[in-house]
Structures are given as structure tokens and as C-alpha cells.
């Protein structure tokens, strides 16, 4: 086996790990906002609930709830072993992704919000169109740290047999017992990955900031 | 062979518990008949019982095996790949039709899944070449040669552990070679003066060199192997049990160990 085969090799797990990462962050970041917003401004008892969602699964190791979703949940619904282990990353990434976005909404000072309600705009507008904006914004810094875990975290759907780059490694290094070489493969890729996107997000960040706000 | 960590079997325990409740009385045999496929776990991760040949494709002792099994089902194989630690879990789960991937027979497994019978039972042997003149009575008696095995093998891990450990036999004294065809090269040279082995494959090289012969033969690293079946299913085991016994008496699964045992 020569070196050109076993960088391909591992390689075409890439797509796998990307497929994962775009799953699961995007659906984290659905909840976790969602799940921000009623905790913020929800009320007491919303707020409750959402802290106990927050602690549990921050809580389990996303390879436990992954096993839980794929052995025990999709006995019912018979999902494939990507889906459970992407959307159990999902779940998992939106307890994060929702701390990240309530120290975003919650960052932006009350006074706007007072202030906005004084021109008359309504809660729903006021928190639409004053907070969110600037929450979002402020949010871009600690999110980006949370997209390069989540793409580092989905090397653990090889433990349902997802053959993404990790699984493609131990494969290869088995096989041909260079297992040195396949794990700096993988780790050259990951990093690789890793580097593109939080380059990416900076870009974003960059290109979002208020200009008069330096 | 294997046997990993209690995480395993406690994933397994939860998984078998979940599903317990909602298990059907059917067997999974009607369901692979009916489907003319049954799915198979493997964790190719193990040569020669089970990896990737140099296209990718899967390979092996087990491999092998199983192709001829489900042939004899008049079923399709699909293999699933999954780490060895999650391949118990998946069959109590019914996410797997069965597993094969090297199995021994375990006590905390056997709870939430069953075991085919042993398609195949490695054992162990030493071997010396004419011009020995000790003594090996018992597996320990070894250590008081030089000794060659194959690296990473199960044998090798039994050298290690039970030998080189606890201080009977120098680190200095014990060669491991890529290949056990090359051990028994320097065994008959004189570089080493015992070699250790799955009796199969040394069986088929004391076979080629006349010199060469085995003075003790038994299990001490090694044991039966068995095929992972859901558990409690009868139809399916009684099934499988009979295609094993049907390869063993034709020669079929000796004739696969020569094949990957002894390159």
C-alpha cells in the first residue's frame, strides 16, 4: 500500500465528519437560541427548566447519550447510525450553543431594552430588532470555539461505525500497521478542518462588526 | 484474543434492558430469510481474522467464513463495520443480525447475547529445532531459552505477560518477528532456540522442515471463537451451529486457518 492510497483512504472520511458537523451544529444552533431566548426571557419557571437542560446534557459524555439514541431511542424510530450520532451531537452542542447565546442576549445591556420600549417598539420587536443583533454579534467569538469542538466531537460517531476519518484511520492502520502514520493523517486533516472554519468565522466577525463600533 | 473493557458490558447490560420490553417472539431468522439479506458486524480492525486488504476491501479469517455461512443461508451478507466494543451492544440492540469478530466466550457478554459454537479453536505450540537438547515440560520451562514469537500476536502478549513481566525470561532473550515463517528461519539457524505459535500455521511449517518439532501443544493464550447471536434466539443459533458443524467436518474452516494462519 503506498502513502498516495493511504491519505486517500482515510480522506474520503472527510465527508462523513463534515456531513456530521453540518448537522449537528446548525441543529444546536436552532435549540440552543431557541432554548436562550425563553431562558432569558421566559420567566421564571422557563428559566428553571432550561438551567436543568443546560446542566443534563452538558452533563453526559456525548458518547453516552450517542450509545443511549442509537441503542435504545431508535428502537422505535429506526434511525441510521449517522443520524443518531449526529443529531445526539446536536442536542448535546445545544446546551452550549444555548449558554453562549444567553451570555450574548444578556451582555447587551437592560437599559436598551427599557429604552427601546419607551419608543414604543413591543417586547417581541425590541428584543428582534435591538438585543438580538448585537447579540449575535457578540455571540460569533465563543461560537467559533463551539464549532471547532463539535467538528472535533464527531470523530465520535466512529463508535456506531460511521466510517469518518478517525474509523477510516484505525482501519488503515490495522491493516497495513502503520498506525502512526494513519492517526497524523487524521490529525492533519482535523486540523485542517478546524483552521478553515474558525477562519471562516473570524471572516464573518470582521465583516458583521458595527463600524462605529471599533 | 479480545475481551475489553467493563464499559462495554454495562452498555451492553443497558442496552439489552431497553430492549428486553420490547422484544418479539419472532426469531431473527425469519426476518434475514424474508429479507434475503442478514447484516453482519465486524470490527476489520484485526488481521488476519478480519482487515482491509490493500484495495480496502474487506478480508480474512472471519471474513472468509462468514461469506461461506450466509452463502449456505441462501442470503445476501452485508457487513457493518463498528468498533469492536460497540459490536455486542449492536447485536442486543437488534441492530446487528449476529458479529463475528474474533469472539471468545465470555461470562458478562453470554448475559446479553449468545455465542454459536466455536467454529474454530486456536491453540498454542512450541517448537524446537533438532539440535535442542533442554527440556520443555510446562509452557513456563520456556523461559529458560531464547524464545521467538510474532509480534503482536496473542502468543506474544502471553510471552510478555507471563514470562518477561514477572522476570523469568530477559526482554533480551525474547525476538519478535514480523512473521512467524521468519521466526522459524532463525529457529532452524540457531539464533532462537524455542518458538512460540498458534499450533496451526507452525504445524503447516513443521510440516515444510523436517527439522522442526513441536514439544508442547495447549491453550494458554488463546481459546474457542465464537460467532455473537442475539441472545435467547434458538432458531438462529440452531442454524448457524449447524453450517459451522457442516465446514468443520468438511475440512473447509482448517483449510481457511492454514490459509491465514500461516503465511
Not at chain 1, 421566559?42 to 443534563?56: E, Q, V
Not at chain 2, 470490527?43 to 471474513?63: C, Q, R, V
Not at chain 2, 510446562?138 to 507471563?162: C, F, H, I, M, R
Request: charged share 20%; net charge negative.
Amino acid at each position: 500500500m503506498d502513502f498516495g492510497q493511504f491519505i486517500s483512504y482515510i480522506a474520503q472520511g472527510t465527508v462523513l465528519t463534515i456531513g456530521v458537523t453540518l448537522i449537528a451544529l446548525p441543529s444546536g444552533l436552532l435549540i440552543g437560541t431557541l432554548l436562550a431566548l425563553l431562558y432569558v426571557y421566559g420567566g421564571k419557571a422557563a428559566s428553571r427548566i432550561m438551567n436543568l437542560y443546560s446542566t443534563i446534557f452538558r452533563g453526559i459524555p456525548p458518547v453516552v447519550l450517542l450509545f443511549i439514541l442509537f441503542f435504545a431511542v431508535s428502537k422505535g424510530i429506526n434511525l441510521s447510525a449517522f443520524w443518531a450520532g449526529s443529531l445526539s451531537l446536536g442536542v448535546v452542542s445545544s446546551a452550549y450553543q444555548m449558554e453562549i447565546v444567553r451570555g450574548a442576549l444578556l451582555s447587551v445591556s437592560g437599559d436598551q431594552l427599557m429604552a427601546a420600549r419607551a419608543v414604543g417598539l413591543s417586547r417581541l420587536h425590541a428584543i428582534r430588532y435591538v438585543v438580538l443583533p448585537q447579540a449575535v454579534r457578540l455571540a460569533i467569538p465563543p461560537w467559533s470555539n463551539e464549532a471547532a469542538i463539535v467538528i472535533k466531537d464527531s470523530s465520535l460517531v466512529y463508535a456506531l461505525g460511521v466510517p469518518e476519518i478517525l474509523r477510516r484511520a484505525q482501519l488503515i492502520g490495522a491493516s497495513s500497521q502503520k498506525y502512526l502514520l494513519a492517526y497524523l493523517s487524521a490529525a492533519v486533516i482535523y486540523f485542517l478542518l478546524v483552521l478553515l472554519t474558525t477562519r471562516l468565522l473570524n471572516h464573518l466577525e470582521n465583516k458583521l462588526a458595527i463600524p462605529s463600533n471599533p | 484474543m479480545k475481551k475489553r473493557f467493563l464499559l462495554v458490558v454495562a452498555l451492553a447490560l443497558v442496552a439489552a434492558m431497553l430492549v428486553a420490553c420490547a422484544t418479539e417472539s419472532t426469531s431473527v431468522l425469519d426476518k434475514i430469510q424474508k429479507a434475503k439479506k442478514v447484516s453482519v458486524g465486524t470490527s476489520a480492525d484485526y488481521p488476519p481474522y478480519e482487515y482491509l486488504d490493500d484495495a480496502g476491501n474487506k478480508t480474512g479469517f472471519d471474513i472468509e467464513l462468514m461469506e461461506e455461512i450466509a452463502k449456505r443461508m441462501g442470503v445476501e451478507l452485508e457487513w457493518v463495520d463498528m468498533p469492536f466494543d460497540s459490536l455486542v451492544a449492536a447485536v442486543a440492540g437488534g441492530k446487528l443480525d449476529m458479529s463475528i469478530s474474533c469472539f471468545n466466550y465470555d461470562e458478562e457478554r453470554d448475559k446479553t447475547v449468545d455465542f454459536s459454537e466455536a467454529y474454530y479453536t486456536t491453540e498454542d505450540a512450541f517448537v524446537v529445532s533438532g539440535a535442542f537438547t533442554g527440556t520443555i515440560t510446562e509452557p513456563e520451562d520456556a523461559a529458560n531459552y531464547k524464545v521467538g514469537v510474532q509480534s503482536g500476536t496473542v502468543q506474544d502478549g502471553w510471552l510478555t505477560d507471563n514470562l518477561v513481566t514477572p522476570g523469568l525470561l530477559p526482554e533480551a532473550n525474547l525476538s519478535r518477528y514480523e512473521r512467524v515463517d521468519q521466526a522459524a528461519l532463525d529457529l532452524a539457524n540457531g539464533r532462537i532456540e524455542v518458538l512460540m505459535g498458534d499450533y496451526v500455521p507452525v504445524q503447516a511449517l513443521v510440516a515444510q522442515n523436517p527439522d522442526l518439532q513441536i514439544v508442547y501443544r495447549g491453550v494458554l493464550s488463546t481459546g474457542p471463537i465464537n460467532i455473537v447471536l442475539p441472545d435467547g434466539d434458538v432458531e438462529l443459533k440452531t442454524e448457524v451451529d449447524r453450517i459451522i458443524k457442516e465446514l468443520q467436518a468438511e475440512g473447509f474452516i482448517d483449510a481457511l486457518a492454514v490459509k491465514y494462519f500461516s503465511e
